[in-house]
């Protein structure tokens, strides 16, 4: 079955520094998401993107905060200069058509510490 | 603002037991979606079960079925036979449309532990 992949599935960091998080979505998908866990918290969705563009993002998705698809099967989260309060679990997730109640389908995460 | 509560952070069963984790949400949307994700150690989330607000039968999907009180807002997520395989973190989650896109809030999830 498809599976939506993420890389690195750990990072480590220093303040102040750049990090590129990828993803794979499934590959007829066309809906992207980003969401974030801090340790103890919920899940936030941070940002939607469709047909090379942001549909949607949270207060938390700050001008720090970048994606991209560059290549037409990878999905990036960038966050430009790191701090400390970005360390936590990253998720991408994919859907294949828009509506509400579309399933979306979620990567393993990527555990970003910034030190 | 649409917020889900998971008031049991952690929990345990015995095997072939049934356990019930519990969610409230809240929402001014009249047109809502409910889910619950289950993410074993170290893996990803997966979809367990789903729930459209405007349909009044409970969804069931083998072993797993759930309790939706819309008057109540509560949606909880009924385990039955557990078996080892369950041990996971289970989110509940609620989708509205806003902005042209579909939002995902999750609850802090339950910790569930189904023991031999």
């Known amino acids: 079955e498809p599976e939506v992949t993420q890389t690195p599935s750990h990072q480590v960091t220093q303040m102040g520094q750049e990090v590129i998080l990828r993803c794979v979505p499934i590959?007829?998908?066309?809906?992207f998401y980003w969401y974030r866990q801090i340790l103890g918290q919920k899940v936030e969705f941070l940002v939607s993107?469709?047909?090379?563009?942001?549909?949607?993002k949270s207060e938390i998705f700050d001008d720090q905060f970048s994606v991209e698809r560059p290549d037409g099967s990878n999905f990036t989260l960038k966050i430009r200069s790191t701090k400390l309060e970005d360390s936590a679990m990253y998720f991408c997730?994919?859907?294949?058509?828009?509506?509400?109640?579309?399933?979306?389908?979620f990567g393993p995460g990527t555990r970003l510490l910034v030190l | 603002a649409q917020t889900v509560t998971q008031s049991q952070p952690e929990m345990s069963v015995q095997e072939a037991e049934t356990v019930t984790l519990s969610c409230t949400y809240d929402?001014?949307?009249?047109?809502?979606?409910l889910f619950w994700y289950k993410q074993p150690p170290s893996r990803q989330m997966i979809l367990v079960i789903r729930?459209?607000?405007?349909?009044?039968q409970n969804a069931t999907e083998n072993r797993f079925s759930v309790n939706f009180q819309k008057a109540a807002k509560s949606f909880s997520l009924k385990i039955s036979d557990s078996q080892l395989g369950d041990t996971a973190m289970y989110f509940c989650?609620?989708?509205?449309?806003?902005?042209?896109?579909?939002?995902?809030?999750f609850g802090k999830g339950t910790k569930l532990t189904v023991n031999p």
């Open positions: 997730a994919s859907t294949q058509i828009r509506g509400a109640g579309e399933t979306q389908y």
């Open positions: 590959s007829n998908h066309l809906y």
């Open positions: 993107f469709y047909n090379n563009e942001i549909s949607e």
């Open positions: 929402t001014s949307e009249s047109n809502y979606y």
């Open positions: 729930q459209e607000a405007y349909k009044q």
């Open positions: 989650a609620f989708m509205f449309q806003e902005g042209g896109s579909e939002k995902l809030v």
